[in-house]
């Protein structure tokens, strides 16, 4: 039998046609249902979702949402996201004004020190760091912009039995600029 | 003072001055039945949960009030589905109480198990699985805090069987902030700055109209968008969930707009260079194909959610208030468009060349169904509350009833139900006693809910059902006719199964039928004057009749097709 392919699925990255949206909800069962169910019902893509414990409060918590500016106008989005009871508070940051980072982590199996010497330069060239090692394989971090990981996701992509996850990206105000809410 | 859950519920309904709870009840909601024998809150025993979801609806748009409706877990729960998701499409204030296996059973696949709060999260403005009994006046008051405040909406508590068998501390929570909504921020300042550019807007319009929809009644706004009109002199046209929201003998109104609407009221949107939509949300209904709908207007959008601005149709200015509040500032305002002269000229043609018409009444019958309603109405002591299912003779009934009063039209808008007239004019007729309350329905439609006709027989709810019965799923029908070349399918129901008159007897009414024109008189003259029980009349009705005008689904409103009568002329 053979594996299947790995990355057979076709790789979306994040177009540039997305906002960040970084939304305060109270901490109660089934806020993130209401949210997933909301864009799945209305058609709004999102391309990535985070979400912890809001800083000051233990009642709320904080879901930074990548949604695709394309799939509906980002006023319907956050008029209809702003409707749902348990949402505290909702603010947007376009990409320009905001600081974006994302982590990946990505085992990949060396089987031979040609592989060995092509990861190790992929890892050099993308700032990651090896996280674990073992006799046939190595896992790789990297933080740092998304558009970053894109790049090592792609790189990654060549070396076969790759297993990969990203976290999706968490987002603030560049200092010295402001969401609007 | 140490409470069951149970008791609590109940006395949280009545701190909330709720009258009446539309129900039926079952295992997991038993415990929150025996306290209601002590309760001074009257219950209404529905047939099916459907129908109490409905009834609760009815009462809701004939009195202003949130309408509650409490019903068992699994089965019960999802029969009252269909009610909440009306309610939701047309922002109608609805408590609906669920019960729910216990919390120790949640998850378990126990006996009448049901996800509700899952399955209802995306047709309710919110609702509740109440964890603790402690919490069940929060979430009662909450909930009809949420129900009835900024765009009203079905709102669902989910009750645990463990919850409302368990003891609590009573408390009732006293001020906004103790709902714990800290998400929830319905009104917003009005923005003074919007008002002066509608202002503006509304001093160069030429051609301007006052696009009425169910958020003008939602609002209360009536009076005020009489003030409102007689002062500007614009024109009004109202959808058919603002039917009532002015009076239809005023000179100034055009009718209805959208898919059957008047020919002046759908033209006048069209040629029109200033829509002022006041709790209006552009339907498609409405609108016909949106890139052709009204090309010319600018477009002022008032209404209480914003989430409506810029959906379908760009706003030029927005109010995020409700109607009565946006009129009055755009009245103390001094909105005044130029004279409106020329523009009332080209409307009256356009209403005197295609008024509201059908074809002569034929003597021995069958008969025609818009003259059926309007038999009924002349005959209608003033006030009366018309209900209607959902399919041709709800269409005849917006267009041929004269409404006069808000809260006077009962109907299906947005979800477009079929069986809701029946259990709705039953809710209606329990909120406003005082009122007569008819229910024009399809026999279609009456054949989904008939038999909560068994429960206004036995609550003494004196409601009048006429059934214009034309043997078929009319509205299919005319679609099948017009759009796939007379190819009927399955759409024939029969004029004589079931034998209404005898079904509405088994049923405790009065069964009436009229045949022909002087029938028809009779019966609704004999009907009136039953204020007993409830009265079911079999109008047969002409299967060929089709509602006109008409704009095809996805045509532009330009292509509207009026009644075959007049045709052939230049439009
Ligand atoms: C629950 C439901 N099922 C199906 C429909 C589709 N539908 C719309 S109108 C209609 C026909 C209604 O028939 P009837 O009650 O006899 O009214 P008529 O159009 O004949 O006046 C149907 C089947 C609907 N609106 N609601
Ligand atoms: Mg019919």
Partial sequence: MTPPEPFAAEIVHTPVRHHI???????KAGVLARIAGLFARRGFNIYSLAVAPAE????????????????????????????????????????????????????????????????????????????????SAVTVMLTGTPSACDDLERSLESFPGVELHRTGRVALPRLGRTATA | MQLTGAQALIKSLEQQGVETIFGLPGGAILPVYDPLLDSPIRHILARHEQGAGHMAEGYALATGRPGVAMVTSGPGSTNIVTPIGNAHMDSTPLVVITGQVATTSIG?????????????????????????????????????????????????????????QSMMEWWYPETLEELDLPGYHPTRDLDEEAVARAVQLISRAERPVLYVGGGTLKSGASAALLAFAEATRMPVVTTLMARGAFPDSHDQHLGMPGMHGTYAAVTALQRSDLLVALGARFDDRVTGRVSA??????????????????????????????????LAALGDAG???????????????????????????????PLRPQHVIEAIAQRAEPGTIVASGVGQHQMWTSQFWRFDEPRTWVNSGGAGTMGFGVPAAIGAKVGRPDRAVWCIDGDGCFQMTAQELVTARAERIPIKVAILNNAYLGMVRQWQEMFYDERYSEVYLSADLPDYVKWAEAMGCVGLRATNVKEMADVIDEANAINDVPVVIDFRTDTSEKVFPMVAAGASNDDIMVHPSQRGGAR
């Fill in chain 2, 293 to 326: 709908f009204a090309p010319g207007a600018s477009v002022i959008h008032v209404d209480i959610d914003r989430a409506e601005f810029n959906k379908i149709r760009h706003a030029d200015v927005t109010l995020q208030t409700d109607v009565g509040t946006a």
């Fill in chain 2, 108 to 164: 378990t696949d126990a006996f009448q198990e049901c996800d509700i709060t899952g399955i209802t999260m995306g047709i309710t403005k919110h609702n509740f699985l109440v964890q603790s009994a402690q919490e069940l006046p929060r979430a009662v008051a909450a909930a009809f805090h949420l129900a009835t405040t900024g765009r009203p909406g079905p709102v669902l508590i989910d009750v645990p069987k463990d919850v409302s």
């Fill in chain 2, 335 to 365: 909105a005044t468009p130029a004279p409106l002269d020329a523009w009332w000229r080209e409307i009256r043609a356009w209403r005197a060349q295609y008024p509201l018409t059908y074809d002569e009444p034929v003597v021995d019958g």
């Fill in chain 1, 21 to 27: 949206l970084s939304v305060l909800v109270e901490n």
């Fill in chain 1, 56 to 135: 000051s409060d233990a009642r709320f918590s904080r879901v930074t949402i990548v949604v695709d500016a394309e799939s509906a106008p980002l006023e319907q989005i956050v008029g209809q996201l702003d409707k749902l009871v348990n949402v505290v508070a909702i603010s947007d940051l376009a990409p320009r004004d905001a600081l974006e980072r994302e982590l990946l982590l990505a085992s990949v199996p060396v089987l031979d020190s040609d592989t060995r010497a092509r990861l190790l330069d992929t890892i050099a060239n993308a700032g990651a760091a090896i996280v674990d090692v073992d006799a």
